[in-house]
């Protein structure tokens, strides 16, 4: 191995060891999937993503999301995700909290980076 070579992979492992493994929040993303905020209806359940206490759909809504808001991920329980509102509509919701965090059902959300 030549200098250039060693010094290469030196600076690449300590690079590695400087930013450590991913931690829970490396995974964003985008609320998908619900109505438009223009057909928003809460009592009709349209037009928002519901931010529950829990990982069901038996557990207390305490927030919303919208169309379009970024998340990030925090955790995983089956199609249940934990996220917290980054960005959008969410920072200043029609119903609840701003920048709700809590849990929401997976199939209204599209993520990527390092995901639970």
């Known amino acids: 191995m030549t200098f250039s ?5 030196a600076a690449l492992l300590g690079a590695a060891l400087v930013s450590g493994p991913a931690a829970a929040g490396d995974c964003t993303g985008y609320v998908v999937g619900v109505r438009p905020i223009t057909q928003y209806n809460h009592a009709a359940g349209n037009g928002f993503l519901a931010v529950r206490s829990g990982p069901g759909s038996n557990y207390a ?16 329980n089956g199609n249940w995700y934990y996220v ?3 960005a959008g509509q969410c920072e200043t919701p029609l119903w609840g909290q701003p920048t709700p965090q809590g849990w929401v059902y997976g199939k209204y ?3 990527g980076g390092v995901c639970p």
């Open 5 to 9: 070579t060693r010094a290469a992979a």
């Open 61 to 76: 809504q305490h927030g919303e999301l919208y169309r379009g808001d970024e998340i990030s991920v925090w955790e995983r």
């Open 84 to 86: 917290y509102c980054m």
């Open 109 to 111: 959300i599209s993520i």
